[in-house]
């Protein structure tokens, strides 16, 4: 089962897909797909860890995240933005290479058995972005939101920490 998740910033995401991780098990699974690439992002990451309890298991990965040891589990995989960044700097800005490599991942992890709650920002939603390569990757994570989105059983949309239920 594919729970998605999506919201712009702040909008509470995170917050509410582990509150549902627990309500699930007692023991889920969150696996964070950031690579750390600044000081302020390491504390953003940080911030992260220390909201999360004892009962999580946290695991660490940029890409492949379907050959992670997570089936039959609770997962919550936070997040499509970050893990795609990974796929687009790996294949080196090819929006369709990245895209095919995703939707891959996707569907090895919807033939696995657990639930996988799968987080995404709303990044189309602000400023059009100033850079080409910013209109490229905001393109291309509107594509993978529709992707996830399409594959998921329940779809959620966070606006201002108010779950909107739109599957």
């Keep these: 089962m594919i729970i998605y ?17 627990l309500e699930k098990s007692a023991n889920p699974v969150y696996v ?4 750390i690439w600044d000081e302020d992002f390491a504390k953003r990451v940080d911030r992260h860890k220390s ?3 004892p009962e999580w298991t946290s695991l660490e990965c940029e890409q492949n995240v379907h050959l992670l040891p997570i089936e039959n589990q609770v997962v ?15 294949h080196h800005e090819d929006i369709e290479k990245t895209l095919a490599a995703f939707k891959t991942e996707i569907d090895a992890i919807q033939k696995l058995k657990g639930t996988f709650i799968i987080i995404s920002n709303e990044i189309g939603m602000g400023v059009h972005a100033e850079t080409e390569l ?5 393109d291309l994570q509107g594509w993978a939101n529709q992707y996830v989105a399409a594959k998921a059983d329940e779809a959620i949309l966070m606006v201002s920490g108010l779950p909107l239920i739109l599957k």
């Design 76 to 90: 919550v995989i936070d997040c499509v933005t970050l893990w795609l960044t990974n796929l687009f700097m790996t």
């Design 134 to 138: 910013g209109r490229k990757f905001t």
């Design 32 to 35: 964070a797909t950031a690579r």
């Design 5 to 21: 998740i999506s919201g712009g910033v702040r909008s509470g995401k995170s917050s509410y897909a582990q509150k549902m991780a």
């Design 51 to 53: 909201e999360r309890g």
